[in-house]
């Protein structure tokens, strides 16, 4: 994850769990302002930055589900910079949660994933930026349809990562209910939408945070979940690669929902991911529950994206944007670099139901290496801005949001201050902090986009 910044207001009472406005006060915490940009008429430029001050994990979980988190292990609330979306008021935004504190350690030459705060629950945040700093308006816990935690915990043995303690040495218990949080949209009724990277599944969730529907691939066979789970996405996502599920989700003008995978998917195996170039972007109607297309959407070169970067495993899409009728911004980045694409959901681009929609079709999509060429339909693109060329942009930025023609809001992920590697926790336990902070970034382009 990585630095935010923000701009702060008058505390409000959380309109879904009634924070008490003195909790709210306690974690309306705020720090210092990153550094802004320079850059002339003509070019991308940062005009203003905040940042969201050290607020205890323990303290917002257990204010908004008590007795959630025991012990915290020194971690402050980080991780909000999945999303971005605004609330449609100056300054606010919603934003999420990821799934909590996580990290890597190898064990045996193997690397374990670990959760530190097990009993942390994923939230949608509300935040306001005024100023340098970012303050928490309210927050919304994620709950079952029985008002349960969802949690951030891997689901199932064999298709996601096996869960352990904060020294890798300990094996946590799977969740069918866990959601690994990522892009976020509200709709006009006020209920909220969510992808997340495990299933890969689309999440439609009430006004106050319990789960309504949670839509994932044909196939997957869920079960225990205490929300409905309805198989409703395509079968060839089953083959996402681990920890890249779905990260980011537009909503467009008319309703309709648009989902990126994070990564090419494993098809027909992780070897034939990780060198694609060729991701996948699906659009999702509400009315009629279902996908009505599925687009490939083809990466720049790494070393385009980050120069310097030889490892086209490192690209993702970690946002996208709807900035009008069937048109997006597609986020391209790695962990230090990013771009925003202009993209435009051409209807002769739908590979929905037809051969590179299926898993047993070879070459594979992922496979190929110029999909055109092969008679697969692209989608076009035109590069809108550089962020790596911008002074004061944060690495890992996760979250993006339209603020008027010319300006985005830009949001990283700090991962909660966590490194990777056993060093991550002192000899007590506490987190060795990594000094990366959440911040809320402005960024003015030279022209409408």
């Not at 012990?71 to 934003?95: A, M």
């Not at 190898?106 to 700093?133: L, S, W």
């Not at 209910?177 to 006009?188: K, Y």
């Given at each position: 994850?990585?630095?935010?910044?923000?701009?702060?207001?008058?505390?409000?009472?959380?309109?879904?769990?009634?924070?008490?406005?003195?909790?709210?006060?306690?974690?309306?915490?705020?720090?210092?302002?990153?550094?802004?940009?320079?850059?002339?008429?003509?070019?991308?430029?940062?005009?203003?930055?905040?940042?969201?001050?050290?607020?205890?994990?323990?303290?917002?979980?257990?204010?908004?589900?008590?007795?959630?988190?025991?012990?915290?292990?020194?971690?402050?609330?980080?991780?909000?910079?999945?999303?971005?979306?605004?609330?449609g008021r100056k300054g606010e935004f919603?934003?999420?949660?990821?799934?909590?504190?996580?990290?890597?350690?190898?064990?045996?030459?193997?690397?374990?994933?670990?959760?530190?705060?097990?009993?942390?629950?994923?939230?949608?945040?509300?935040?306001r930026v005024h100023g340098d700093k970012?303050?928490?308006?309210?927050?919304?816990?994620?709950?079952?349809?029985?008002?349960?935690?969802?949690?951030?915990?891997?689901?199932?043995?064999?298709?996601?990562?096996?869960?352990?303690?904060?020294?890798?040495?300990?094996?946590?218990?799977?969740?069918?209910?866990?959601?690994?949080?990522?892009?976020?949209?509200?709709?006009?009724d006020g209920t909220f939408w969510l992808?997340?990277?495990?299933?890969?599944?689309?999440?439609?969730?009430?006004?106050?945070?319990?789960?309504?529907?949670?839509?994932?691939?044909?196939?997957?066979?869920?079960?225990?979940?205490?929300?409905?789970?309805?198989?409703?996405?395509?079968?060839?996502?089953?083959?996402?690669?681990?920890?890249?599920?779905?990260?980011?989700?537009?909503?467009?003008?008319?309703?309709?929902?648009?989902?990126?995978?994070?990564?090419?998917?494993?098809?027909?195996?992780?070897?034939?991911?990780?060198?694609?170039?060729?991701?996948?972007?699906?659009?999702?109607?509400?009315?009629?529950?279902?996908?009505?297309?599925?687009?490939?959407?083809?990466?720049?070169?790494?070393?385009?994206?980050?120069?310097?970067?030889?490892?086209?495993?490192?690209?993702?899409?970690?946002?996208?944007?709807?900035?009008?009728?069937?048109?997006?911004?597609?986020?391209?980045?790695?962990?230090?670099?990013?771009?925003?694409?202009?993209?435009?959901?051409?209807?002769?681009?739908?590979?929905?139901?037809?051969?590179?929609?299926?898993?047993?079709?070879?070459?594979?999509?992922?496979?190929?290496?110029?999909?055109?060429?092969?008679?697969?339909?692209?989608?076009?693109?035109?590069?809108?801005?550089?962020?790596?060329?911008?002074?004061?942009?944060?690495?890992?930025?996760?979250?993006?949001?339209?603020?008027?023609?010319?300006?985005?809001?830009?949001?990283?992920?700090?991962?909660?201050?966590?490194?990777?590697?056993?060093?991550?926790?002192?000899?007590?336990?506490?987190?060795?902090?990594?000094?990366?902070?959440?911040?809320?970034?402005?960024?003015?382009?030279?022209?409408?986009?």
């Amino acid at each position: 994850m990585s630095p935010h910044t923000a701009r702060t207001g008058r505390v409000r009472r959380s309109i879904a769990i009634g924070l008490p406005l003195a909790v709210v006060a306690a974690l309306a915490v705020a720090g210092t302002a990153t550094g802004r940009s320079g850059g002339g008429h003509g070019a991308a430029r940062v005009t203003a930055a905040a940042t969201l001050g050290d607020i205890p994990l323990g303290t917002f979980s257990n204010a908004l589900l008590p007795g959630t988190v025991k012990d915290d292990r020194g971690v402050d609330l980080g991780g909000i910079g999945s999303d971005l979306y605004p609330t449609g008021r100056k300054g606010e935004f919603w934003t999420v949660t990821d799934r909590g504190p996580n990290g890597q350690i190898k064990v045996g030459g193997k690397k374990r994933r670990t959760f530190p705060v097990p009993g942390f629950d994923p939230a949608i945040v509300k935040i306001r930026v005024h100023g340098d700093k970012v303050k928490v308006v309210s927050a919304l816990p994620l709950t079952t349809s029985s008002g349960k935690p969802v949690t951030g915990l891997p689901n199932q043995e064999g298709h996601d990562e096996a869960p352990y303690s904060y020294d890798a040495k300990t094996p946590v218990s799977y969740d069918p209910n866990g959601l690994d949080t990522e892009g976020l949209v509200r709709a006009p009724d006020g209920t909220f939408w969510l992808v997340d990277e495990y299933g890969p599944s689309l999440i439609h969730v009430s006004a106050r945070g319990k789960v309504i529907k949670r839509y994932v691939p044909r196939g997957l066979e869920l079960r225990g979940a205490d929300y409905p789970v309805v198989e409703a996405l395509p079968d060839v996502l089953l083959h996402r690669k681990t920890n890249r599920g779905f990260e980011g989700l537009a909503q467009l003008p008319g309703g309709d929902l648009v989902m990126a995978v994070q990564s090419p998917l494993s098809l027909p195996d992780e070897d034939a991911g990780e060198g694609s170039r060729t991701a996948r972007l699906l659009r999702f109607s509400p009315a009629k529950q279902a996908v009505i297309a599925e687009y490939a959407y083809r990466f720049d070169p790494v070393d385009l994206v980050d120069p310097g970067e030889d490892d086209t495993s490192e690209l993702k899409i970690s946002s996208v944007v709807a900035i009008g009728r069937d048109k997006l911004l597609v986020q391209e980045r790695t962990d230090k670099a990013a771009r925003l694409q202009a993209v435009r959901l051409d209807r002769r681009a739908n590979i929905l139901d037809g051969k590179w929609d299926k898993s047993t079709t070879r070459p594979s999509l992922e496979e190929l290496d110029d999909p055109a060429s092969s008679g697969v339909p692209v989608l076009d693109k035109r590069l809108v801005v550089d962020l790596n060329t911008v002074d004061g942009v944060p690495d890992k930025i996760e979250g993006v949001a339209r603020v008027d023609g010319r300006t985005l809001a830009l949001i990283n992920d700090n991962d909660f201050g966590m490194s990777d590697g056993p060093e991550a926790f002192d000899k007590d336990g506490l987190l060795v902090d990594s000094g990366a902070e959440t911040t809320v970034t402005y960024v003015r382009l030279p022209r409408r986009y």
